[in-house]
């Protein structure tokens, strides 16, 4: 996001779909969701990720640059 406002875009909107309701929250409500399969389940290179990385199906980064 940091990027996007350096290279002089304008944020419109910035949401996260969470696991497991598959709905979309608000940019102040981004850190919630939770992960509903084990760790031990995880193949080796997933071990280590976040929760919110693992708790996230999708996001969406909606900027603009002004003309």
Do not use: C, W
């Amino acid at each position: 996001m940091a990027m996007l406002v350096t290279a002089g875009f304008e944020k419109i909107a910035v949401r996260r779909m969470t696991l497991p309701t598959q709905k979309y929250l608000p940019e102040d409500r981004m850190m919630e969701g939770k992960i509903d399969i084990k760790r031990s389940h995880l193949a080796k290179r997933f071990k280590g990720v976040s929760n919110i990385d693992l708790s996230t199906a999708a996001a969406h980064y909606l900027y603009r640059k002004p003309a």
